[in-house]
């Protein structure tokens, strides 16, 4: 009898047979041998004992898809990619899922072109158990995933486009199961219009029309995946719709003369179909009455703010607005003072102007000061129109309110006042404004001509320090600087600290505002500190950007008057905690980045002169300082000459200081000259304040720009 098992080696050991499956039952071994058998099909053997059934079972996978982010494209492959999360995990009835080994590849973009049999990406294969022993995997092949060496995690940065991941795993009796998924990454974020604002101006042709492309009121529009130049412009959501075309009927149509304001909508469209649209209008002329003729009616006039009548920096962003019969007809952006509104027929209209930007100029701790006065009874304003400049909040009554938000604004705590517009335009008739009207009736004959000029006042401005004409300004003396006080120490990395702040000159004042600035390197921090041994009554801080690195304050006496502080007295307390050793007034100093060192005295305004002792270099009045510093010519118009001498330490510090305290220029000067020349061309005419520092001394010059 033929003893030799085709099972067994000839040592007696089993023979390796990659469809032998064992069952050991009550200490015997049984080895079945299956032939034939298709991956991914479990597998039976019918024993001669109908008890008896064994089943296989082949693992089984499953494959996670979670949180993705918008494309973004790549500089320097040119590619878009997105972020994936996609993992798989397996169980099987045999096999612990740390034993299972995993292998994935991917085919990019589905196509069956790849390094590997057609596949582009290879990782694997591996167990967890095997990685936690020190095993890496025989191949990792995928430079857009996240860990190259785990096959069981595929997250991370693939290219736009539908790819295919396969997933292979296998148990420890050699049992494989094979899962395949497509997945897509896509584009699916709009572009970012941005269009020609205000009025696109083209002029009508002899042929009697004119066409405008989508294309030419592009100002920029970008896309997080496709290129500018593959970007697609089209009118009012027609695809098809690349080009308008405006005619002589159109004209006839909307019953116009020789302009014509045709409103749009420009739509971007980038690769993926994204899209979105802004808004914007195509003002059509016909100067040479090729569509008819001219009805020859004219508005026009000038926006100012001081008694110059041409503060460009107060006339800019100015709209002007003309409707008839309710209906808005026209409207212009004003940015150099002028407006006009052309060839309109007769009718009745109504012009109005408006202008809600910049809403921190010209208000002050003054304004505080009087608005409060009026509010107490103290000092009643001068006139009715002082009233409604102090409304800010539009309660048709004057009360403490205003003054809070007044101060929130000073203090940068709120970004414009929450019911009113920032600035309020009124319409001027024989040098007198209408007040407190805000727009004006005009009946228009045909051919006549009207001048309406609009003036701006700042709401909050009570001072009228918007124009100078009127305003009591003081440009003080660097000896006339009101001085804060600190003590100089050295602190250390994790101290926490109260920091005292006196005053040897406090003398007189109403109020005060600036800007503490700390580098947040050094500093952290903590809190205001309401002690009994403070002098002033309520000094408020400002906290928003703290975090930053800036503290704004400001403080008036809200019923006693002009206050006096003897040089021990402690005027506010700060805590500081130290990040890093140093000496303190390397840390803090006083300025106006956000909100603009301001004194209140007599009720009057005085500009940029609050300096920190010990950290801040207050100027030696015995010094000859005409000799150290030369300015010519005065006024200034195109250019500025400073002549320094020798004695001087560079670098130098320069500031520009508009008549309002704000900062508008800032120029450093790092080695040393004889002669400086600066261009003053992109300066608004006015009095400028000049502010030269070098690292011991201080100098303030006045000037005057005029254009």
């Excluded at 990619?81 to 299972?100: M, Q, R, V």
């Excluded at 300082?625 to 130098?652: A, C, G, K, M």
Aim: with cysteine; net charge negative; proline share 4%.
């Amino acid at each position: 009898m033929n003893t030799k098992s085709p099972f067994l080696k000839e040592n007696g050991a089993l023979a390796d047979m990659p469809n032998l499956y064992f069952l050991r039952v009550q200490n015997l071994l049984l080895v079945f041998l299956f032939l034939g058998m298709n991956t991914g099909v479990a597998k039976s053997i019918h024993l001669r004992n109908p008890l008896h059934k064994i089943v296989a079972e082949r693992p089984v996978i499953r494959i996670e898809v979670g949180n993705c982010t918008p494309a973004v494209r790549d500089s320097l492959s040119q590619l878009c990619f997105g972020s994936l999360s996609i993992k798989a995990s397996a169980t099987d009835d045999d096999t612990p899922e740390d034993d299972l080994n995993f292998e994935y590849k991917i085919d990019l973009y589905n196509d069956g072109v790849g390094a590997y049999n057609g596949y582009d990406c290879w990782v694997g294969k591996v167990s967890k158990n095997q990685l936690k022993a020190g095993m890496d995997p025989s191949n990792d092949f995928n430079i857009y995933t996240t860990n190259r060496n785990y096959p069981f995690d595929a997250s991370g940065r693939y290219p736009v486009g539908i790819h295919k991941i396969c997933w292979f795993v296998e148990d420890t009796s050699g049992l494989s199961t094979t899962l395949c998924e497509l997945f897509e990454i896509k584009d699916c974020q709009a572009p970012t219009p941005y269009i020609i604002s205000g009025l696109f101006n083209v002029q009508m042709k002899t042929n009697g029309c004119i066409g405008v492309f989508a294309k030419d009121l592009n100002l920029g529009s970008q896309d997080n995946c496709t290129t500018d130049k593959n970007l697609r412009y089209y009118f009012n959501g027609d695809q098809m719709l690349t080009e308008l075309i405006v005619c002589c009927d159109d004209f006839v149509a909307a019953g116009a003369n020789n302009e014509l304001i045709v409103e749009v909508q420009l739509w971007v469209e980038d690769e993926e179909g994204n899209s979105d649209h802004a808004k914007t209008e195509i003002l059509v002329t016909d100067p040479l009455g090729i569509c008819g003729g001219h009805f020859g009616g004219k508005i026009m006039g000038e926006v100012y703010s001081i008694f110059e009548r041409k503060d460009t920096i107060s006339s800019k962003n100015v709209i002007v607005e003309l409707l008839t019969n309710n209906t808005l007809k026209k409207f212009q952006l004003v940015n150099d003072g002028n407006y006009q509104f052309g060839d309109l027929p007769s009718a009745n209209y109504t012009l109005r102007a408006s202008k809600d930007d910049d809403p921190n100029a010209f208000v002050s701790i003054c304004d505080m000061v009087a608005i409060n006065k009026h509010s107490l009874g103290i000092k009643s304003f001068d006139n009715s129109f002082q009233t409604i400049l102090a409304d800010v909040n539009n309660s048709q009554t004057i009360t403490a309110a205003d003054v809070r938000e007044i101060r929130n604004l000073i203090l940068r705590e709120i970004d414009k006042f929450p019911k009113m517009p920032a600035w309020l335009v009124f319409p001027v008739i024989d040098s007198i404004p209408r007040i407190p009207n805000l727009s004006i009736e005009l009946d228009l004959k045909s051919f006549e001509k009207k001048i309406v000029d609009f003036r701006a006042y700042k709401l909050g401005d009570v001072n009228d320090l918007v124009s100078s004409d009127t305003a009591i300004i003081i440009i003080p003396e660097p000896k006339d600087s009101l001085v804060f006080v600190i003590q100089n120490k050295q602190i250390r990395k994790g101290e926490k600290m109260k920091v005292d702040f006196y005053s040897n000159n406090f003398n007189y004042i109403e109020g005060y505002q600036f800007t503490m600035k700390f580098n947040r390197a050094a500093l952290k921090f903590d809190s205001i500190l309401n002690n009994s041994g403070i002098t002033l009554t309520d000094p408020i801080f400002g906290l928003r950007y703290a975090d930053m690195g800036y503290i704004t304050t400001c403080w008036m006496d809200l019923a006693s008057g002009p206050r006096s502080a003897m040089p021990d007295d402690i005027l506010f307390t700060i805590a500081f905690e130290a990040l890093e050793d140093g000496a303190l007034c390397d840390f803090i100093r006083i300025n106006g980045d956000l909100t603009p060192e301001q004194v209140c005295k007599d009720s009057a305004l005085v500009l940029h002169n609050i300096v920190l002792d010990a950290c801040d270099v207050i100027i030696n009045t015995q010094e000859k300082t005409s000799d150290l510093v030369t300015i010519f010519p005065n006024p200034i118009r195109n250019e500025i000459h400073f002549q320094f001498s020798e004695s001087l330490r560079f670098p130098l510090e320069i500031e520009f200081i508009s008549s309002n305290g704000k900062i508008i220029a800032h120029k450093n000067i790092r080695q040393f000259t004889s002669h400086w020349i600066c261009e003053t061309e992109s300066l608004a005419p006015g009095v400028y304040i000049l502010n030269i520092r070098d690292d011991r001394r201080q100098f303030v010059r006045k000037v005057m720009l005029a254009h």
